[in-house]
């Protein structure tokens, strides 16, 4: 018997047999930011292209490093690198890295309780130390999607300050998350 070995100089990258030496070409999508509850699938956040002088279908995959992000004092909680890579049947390898950015942009919503009624009182002053007053307070709360929210309002010692009977007295609340968005509401 004779041994023949084939030779597919067309995928191969020996370079005795003159064969595929050029990686294809990788083009990346575009960096972008997504919410921090966006999906970061590539259908979401743009596919690589590759085209080869040699193969049709170069094989196309990715790898994802997470990188910390700086938030605060900017509104960036991670960024992910996505590795792109693009093979040939020759196993030329071309990589290029697109930047995906999970951003906190949203204020923390702020929960405030129905308006509270004291009835009762006849010379119209309410200590904040009523327990009505404590427990409506204990209902003050916000919350954030991406990153913890803290709330804070100072109720006056005496409601409402100047003792009225029928007066209301409005509290600012205020709320921020860890990126640094804000926002108030009056309760």
């Known amino acids: ?82 590795i792109w890579n693009a093979v040939d049947e020759a196993g030329n390898l071309n990589t290029c890295s697109q930047f995906i950015s999970r951003v906190d942009a949203d204020a923390p919503t702020i929960h405030v309780p129905p308006p509270l009624v004291i009835n009762g009182v006849t010379d119209g002053c309410v200590l904040s130390s009523h327990p009505a007053v404590q427990a409506w307070a204990a209902q003050i709360s916000a919350t954030d999607a991406c990153s913890a929210a803290q709330v804070s309002f100072t109720i006056p010692p005496v409601l409402p300050a100047d003792c009225a009977p029928g007066k209301t007295t409005q509290i600012l609340i205020s709320a921020a998350d860890q990126c640094g968005n804000g926002d108030f509401a009056f309760g």
């Open 1 to 82: 018997g004779t041994d023949t070995v084939g030779t597919d100089i067309f995928y191969d990258n020996d370079p005795e047999l003159g064969g595929d030496f050029t990686p294809p070409q990788l083009v990346c999508p575009p960096n972008t930011q997504v919410g921090c509850t966006a999906s970061i699938d590539p259908s979401a956040t743009g596919t690589a292209t590759a085209t080869d002088n040699c193969d049709a279908n170069p094989e196309i995959g990715y790898v994802d490093v997470v990188h910390p992000g700086n938030c605060p004092p900017s509104i960036t909680l991670v960024t992910i690198e996505r």
